[in-house]
């Protein structure tokens, strides 16, 4: 018994590594943990698969540029901004965030919600794997078609239709930078019902898409 648990243990320890291979083959689809629930409690989802190139650049530099400015540079993980917050944590000051974009796909394709070292810690090496592995724009296409974007909407393009009745590909910048700025707080955060501080984030965001430049070179087909 016990070394059938061990090996039950260490086949779902592998499963997200396998997956990860899979899901370089772009016609592989995937879905997040959080779909996986609402398939399992009947509540369904809306989620329109959609590519990099029919979301169109606006809604990848927005996002972009509100989660992960150094998607581009760096190899999965933002060492400089994870130890900073490391350091924070242990002198006593609030917690900030340091997630990247593959450390979300991590954990919204193979993990939990919600705040704990131990998922944090499991992300780190999936993170890696995942943008070892995947390129870069693959990571984003698939982030930008699992994130969560209110209850049971998922993905940029039924964000996209949800909140202001249009595809993706036909947002303004302004919409574009509503939607970037939803993403770390979406049950809370409507993009068509902004408040006064959320416009002011979406303003900053629109102008730093603006400006972007080669931050995002990588996303180029």
Request: net charge positive; aromatic share 8%; proline share 6%.
């Amino acid at each position: 018994m016990l070394r059938r648990a061990l090996a039950i243990l260490i086949l779902l320890a592998m499963l997200p590594f396998g997956l990860t291979l899979l899901y370089t083959v772009p016609a592989v689809h995937p879905i997040s943990t959080l779909m996986v629930k609402d398939l399992a409690t009947l509540t369904g989802y809306d989620r329109r698969w959609t590519s990099l190139d029919a979301m169109g650049p606006l809604i990848q530099h927005s996002v972009m540029m509100s989660e992960d400015g150094q998607f581009c540079a760096h190899s999965g993980i933002d060492w400089a901004a994870l130890n900073t917050v490391i350091n924070d944590a242990l002198s006593g000051e609030a917690a900030r965030g340091a997630s990247t974009i593959p450390m979300q796909t991590a954990k919204n394709l193979f993990l939990w919600q919600g705040r704990s070292f131990v998922r944090k810690a499991m992300e780190l090496p999936l993170a890696l794997f995942l943008d070892t592995v995947l390129s870069k724009r693959r990571v984003m296409e698939i982030y930008l078609n699992i994130a969560e974007w209110g209850p049971n909407i998922y993905g940029a393009e039924a964000a996209a239709r949800h909140y202001f009745g249009r595809p993706a590909s036909e947002l303004t910048r302004r919409q574009a930078a509503l939607l970037a700025v939803a993403l770390p707080n979406p049950l809370e955060r409507n993009p068509a019902k902004p408040s006064r501080g959320l416009n002011r984030l979406a303003a900053n965001i629109e102008r730093r898409a603006l400006k972007a430049g080669g931050y995002v070179g990588c996303l180029e087909p």
